[in-house]
């Protein structure tokens, strides 16, 4: 505790970022370190998981001193420890899990395990300190592409998924394709805006009529095959036009299921997350559907989109108050369901 | 490695359905099979339907991501890696990759020809191919 605000400590190390934040009443960030590995991975064209998890190992301490020291607190402050159980790189998740445990035994402080999902769900309660359940979630990002009813802080369901690639995936692979390199959603995103969205004819992938489901794995054979087609033709292919016209199909799906999933449940307030959330298309998309719809639409700052400790503070708190704390033979897990937080 | 022993021609998802479950009859405890083929040769799609084949009723999705994904449901566990995202063979034994191996389930491992070095001898490798038109694929087995 520290000036009456009960403090929970988020660390989140599932994939490429070490990350550790200070969350004050599970609203308010008071500090968000993220130590990002991407620089390193750009050589190697994707995320290196051996070097992934020694990365987190140096980096930890750091990382952790760093993000005390911002909120201007010590250990003894800390009320509680949330930290990513899965899912993610399992080497990767038992860095954040073995430090948190550490230090929730030799400080005796509570220690909650947090469903990486429910973390960029939580995301959107730091920004905004009012938004409260129920509402429904999209969650995109490189491995998730899921619509989800948020019923409480700790209960979900999940209404559809992907069937094989996740978009941030999708992305990524159409950017190796069109030699982009790694991270490539943002690149496509950049690039497709001076591209035209109609040039190619891609096809959009709704699957059944009533499924909430995705699949974008044709998507990478489509790309594949036209890039081919136009250069036996001798024809120049323009990587703009090719990114606006993949965006334009796997986000004309996202956002068409998820009014569906808005009128199914009723939702009267509709929430991004992921680090694709900060998509541009994606989010004009939406908020022109969500005015149409009339609902709201919440999306946080992209710095508390990627993966950070902030939003597992949030949901750790959230978590805790409802359920207590874990164990602490607590593991790491790397696919872990989201039934409940 | 083992010689091509004999050679599918696929030509639709129909037939890789056809495939898959026949394959999945046949895979016993400790079978590893190696998928190695190009970007949306179907890797990914050829594991579905040996899951099914195994009685697995949970949906398989890319393990990219997570570089392994288990399915304990079905007739033997299923184990689907993706090691594309593997640069250091390293860790793949810190996630415990032989005991997978040598477990009481089946693995099956997309992009294999990056760790060609610490597959076991008995794996079974399939090489997948497209064809010349679309939904065609070709598959070389060396078993
Ligand atoms: N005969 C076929 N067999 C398998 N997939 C096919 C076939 N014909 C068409 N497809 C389509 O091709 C795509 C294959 O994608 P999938 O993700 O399975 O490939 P992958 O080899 O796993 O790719 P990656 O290298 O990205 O992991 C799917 O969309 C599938 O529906
Ligand atoms: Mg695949």
Known sequence: ?341 | MSEIVRTIEIKNEKDTEKFGLSLAKSLKAGDVVALIGDLGTGKTALTSYIAKGLDIKRRISSPTFTIVKEYEEGRLPLYHFDVYRVFDEDELFNIGIEEYFYGKGVCLIEWADLIMNILPENTKYIYLEYGNKEGERVYKCTF
């Open chain 1, 1 to 341: 505790m520290k000036d009456g605000k009960f403090l929970t400590l988020g660390i989140e190390t599932s994939c490429d970022e070490t990350a550790i934040s200070v969350v004050a009443d599970g609203r308010q960030v008071w500090s968000n370190v993220i130590s990002s590995q991407i620089e390193i991975f750009k050589n190697y064209g994707g995320v290196v998981p051996e070097i992934a998890s020694r990365h987190h190992l140096e980096n930890i301490n750091k990382v952790l001193e760093e993000a005390l020291k911002v909120a201007d607190v010590t250990l003894d402050d800390i009320d509680l420890i949330g930290v990513t159980e899965g899912p993610g790189l399992i080497g990767a998740l038992l860095m954040g899990v073995a430090t948190a445990k550490a230090i929730a035994f030799a400080k005796d402080i509570p220690l909650v395990g947090v469903h990486h999902l429910f973390g960029h769900i939580s995301a959107n309660f730091l920004e905004d300190e009012n938004l409260e359940p129920p509402f429904l979630a999209l969650i995109t990002s490189g491995g998730h592409t899921e619509i989800v009813q948020v019923k409480s802080y700790t209960d979900c369901e999940i209404l559809g998924g992907t069937r094989d690639d996740a978009v941030g995936e999708a992305y990524d692979k159409v950017a190796r394709v069109l030699g982009l390199g790694y991270p490539g959603g943002p690149k496509i995103d950049k690039i497709a805006k001076s591209g035209n969205p109609e040039a190619v004819n891609f096809t959009r992938v709704l699957l059944e009529k009533d499924s909430y489901d995705f699949s974008f794995s044709g998507l990478k054979t489509q790309v594949l095959n036209y890039i081919n087609t136009e250069k036996q033709a001798g024809r120049e292919v323009c990587r703009e036009d090719v990114a606006a016209s993949f965006q334009q199909a796997v986000m004309e799906v996202v956002v068409k299921k998820t009014m569906n999933a808005v009128n199914l449940t009723g939702a009267l307030k509709l929430v991004m997350a992921g680090g694709v959330a900060a998509n541009s298309k994606l989010r004009s998309m939406l908020e022109s559907e969500t005015e149409k719809a009339g609902i709201k639409l919440y999306c946080p700052k992209p710095i508390l989109c990627t993966d950070n400790g902030a939003m597992i503070g949030s949901a750790a708190y959230y978590k805790y108050k409802a359920l207590g704390e874990d164990e602490l033979n607590m593991d790491a897990s790397s696919n872990l369901p989201l039934e409940r937080n």
